[in-house]
């Protein structure tokens, strides 16, 4: 059974940054695609990067794309999301996850089959 926990959010001020982790089971990351959602309060959650199984390709949702990096370790069964340059609009609850995801679906979250509780990231002065 998939297991994911992350870890690494907290409280940080604009401009600072902050790297999440997402623990998985072993051979997880070797197995799936891997993504980052995020949910602000009163929103849906949204897309924010996923990393393709075969080749490692990275995608982003537009709101990120130059501030926030995803990559992944598979000797040690993480998965990261470097986060820079970060603003107020950034803070949500984090999520990782874990899917067999074609190409078409990876912003979708109901294309993935494993999630994480979350972690907390606040951007605030």
């Known amino acids: 059974q998939v297991q994911l926990v992350e870890s690494g959010g907290g409280l940080v001020q604009p401009g600072g940054s902050l790297r999440l982790s997402c623990e998985a089971s072993?051979?997880?990351?070797?197995?799936?695609?891997g993504g980052w959602f995020r949910q602000a309060p009163g929103k849906e959650r949204e897309f924010v990067a996923h990393?393709?199984?075969?080749?490692?390709?990275?995608y982003y949702a537009d709101s990120v794309k130059g501030r926030f990096t995803i990559s992944r370790d598979n000797a040690k069964n993480t998965l990261y999301l470097q986060m820079n340059n970060l603003i107020p609009e950034d803070t949500a609850i984090y999520y990782c996850?874990?899917?067999?995801?074609?190409?078409?679906?990876?912003?979708?979250?109901?294309?993935?089959?494993?999630w994480g509780r979350g972690t907390q990231v606040t951007v605030s002065s």
């Open positions: 996850a874990a899917g067999r995801t074609i190409l078409s679906t990876i912003r979708s979250a109901e294309a993935y089959n494993h």
């Open positions: 990393i393709r199984l075969s080749g490692g390709r990275t």
């Open positions: 072993e051979y997880t990351w070797s197995q799936y695609s």
